[in-house]
């Protein structure tokens, strides 16, 4: 299978517009647009029958103690896990593309409903559940795409890996809910007849340089 994306290109930056949050000389940083990016994948695996996209990022601190401090920096050799920024599950076996800003164009503060999508999709929980869990303006379940909103004070840039999986089956049995785990345990379980990914960088920080 191939992946691309017409917003960004493999390894290089993402822009903004598909970020939750810009750079900003005052306040660190500012809400974005938050749209989704376009993807579009080719060389389809014969049987297919659904895809699933996931995006990720696998460069978020395990520790917050430093994390969007004044005067401190999350350094580069803290340990990192994940966090799940979309998971898009029944996908038709036609649909071969996602247009850009087709499933999020601003960000809705407590998050966007789901698990329910357009065209009988379904959208899974983002990582910003967690986020924002102790933030009462902002707290909420969160479905569907929100982009990305690294530490802008962290040493590393973020990589923010698309990944389309597809499935010898129209659905994804996930047990649980939709949350990022689930979805991956649902799919090492899956009929997954093929997978392609491409990756996107982002940084809040004005002091790291995007290459």
């Given at each position: 299978?191939?992946?691309i994306s017409q917003s960004f290109l ?15 000389a005052r306040t660190h940083v500012a ?46 050799y803290l340990p990192r896990v994940d ?129």
């Amino acid at each position: 299978m191939q992946l691309i994306s017409q917003s960004f290109l493999d390894g290089q930056e993402i822009p903004g517009e598909f970020a939750f949050a810009v750079p900003n000389a005052r306040t660190h940083v500012a809400l974005s647009s938050n749209r989704n990016p376009h993807l579009a994948w080719s060389e389809v695996p014969e049987g297919t029958r659904s895809f699933v996209v996931v995006c990720h990022d696998p460069d978020v601190p395990s520790r917050g103690d430093d994390v969007n401090q004044e005067g401190r920096e999350v350094p580069a050799y803290l340990p990192r896990v994940d966090f799940f920024h979309w998971l898009l599950l029944d996908i038709p076996a036609d649909m071969h593309f996602i247009a850009a800003g087709s499933h999020s164009v601003e960000v809705t503060p407590r998050g966007k409903p789901g698990p329910e999508a357009q065209g009988g999709l379904r959208h899974g929980i983002n990582d910003y559940t967690g986020w924002f869990a102790n933030d009462e303006a902002m707290k909420g379940r969160y479905f569907g795409y929100d982009g990305p909103c690294p530490p802008w004070n962290d040493s590393l840039v973020h990589r923010y890996v698309f990944t389309v999986y597809a499935l010898g089956t129209p659905t994804l049995a996930v047990e649980g809910e939709l949350t990022g785990a689930n979805v991956l345990a649902a799919l090492e379980k899956a009929q997954v007849l093929g997978k392609a990914s491409v990756t996107g960088l982002y940084s809040l920080n004005p002091n790291v340089k995007i290459d």
